[in-house]
């Protein structure tokens, strides 16, 4: 069975209840990978008799599914970097809040979650280092081929009020806010720590009961606010995260980078502890 002809017995929501983000990557998964077919609460395994059988309890599954994954991006990468050659980086560096080289070099520099970028046709540099990660590199060109958008509004807003985010919204939560929630719980002091090593600025908070504010500049042109609520163990509430956008963050990004961006702040916030 093929991905596309899986896809027919989910409920193609993208609720992620089963993992993963879209029911399309999880259609996949389970037709490619191996992946246990009843982690979707809403498919009927017994409608494919014996050919799902054995899902899930092979070998290899995750590294199986990965190596779908890795591949595509690493398609995606090379395809990026085929169109950056066409970029004109003098003329968008300004509106991107970047430093650009001279034509010589024709590179572009700019800070990434505390990380010095160079940019360029031949690759990404992370503080030195070629960039490892392809979604590192996806997010980093797509910032480049927007171009920064319309100017910031000055309104903050939740993933919830972006268009098209309904299917992202859980992704958010579980991977972003309710991570860093349940990782700094009762370390208020930590989270300070770290986040001025990510090139957060401390922010005054005025809602209920926050105990503590921080605009991250993730992107020289894409701030992101994050509101904390530490547990309240006499009143029995836990820790809790909420994530803010500018309401224009949409022509500085698309969802799909958006969500990915704030995944990999929440990693860097635990990263910058150890």
């Known amino acids: 069975m093929q991905p596309l002809e899986f896809l027919k017995f989910t409920p193609k929501t993208n609720c992620g209840e089963c993992g993963y983000a879209a029911c399309l990557a ?76 001279g034509a010589g070099n024709n590179i572009m520099s700019f800070r990434y979650l505390g990380y010095d970028v160079t940019l360029s046709a031949t690759g990404i540099f992370l503080d030195g280092k070629e960039a490892e990660e392809p979604r590192d590199q996806i997010l980093l ?40 929630a349940n990782y700094f719980c009762g370390k208020e002091a930590l989270l300070r720590e770290c986040a001025g090593k990510i090139d957060a600025v401390s922010r005054d908070h005025q809602e209920p009961g926050c105990s503590a504010a921080f605009q991250i500049a993730v992107l020289p042109r894409l701030p992101m606010l994050l509101l904390f609520w530490d547990e309240d163990r006499e009143d029995g509430f836990p820790a809790r995260v909420k994530i803010l956008y500018d309401q224009n963050v949409l022509g500085v990004l698309d969802i799909e980078s958006l969500v990915f961006a704030s995944e990999r702040m929440a990693e860097r916030l635990e990263a910058v502890t150890k």
């Open 141 to 180: 060109y797509n910032y480049i081929f927007y171009g920064g958008g319309a100017a910031s509004s000055g309104v903050w807003v939740g993933m919830e009020s972006l268009p098209n985010s309904i299917s992202k919204v859980r992704t958010l939560r579980v991977y972003c806010e309710e991570r860093i």
């Open 26 to 101: 999880f259609a996949a998964a389970v037709t490619k990978g191996g992946e246990n077919p009843g982690k979707c609460p809403y498919v009927d395994v017994s409608r494919f008799g014996d050919e799902f059988a054995m899902a899930g309890l092979g070998k290899g599954v995750l590294s199986g599914v990965a190596g779908i994954l890795d591949e595509k991006d690493m398609a995606l990468v090379a395809h990026l970097k085929s169109k950056i050659r066409k970029v004109d980086f003098s003329a968008i560096a300004p509106k991107l809040e970047c430093t650009w080289s």
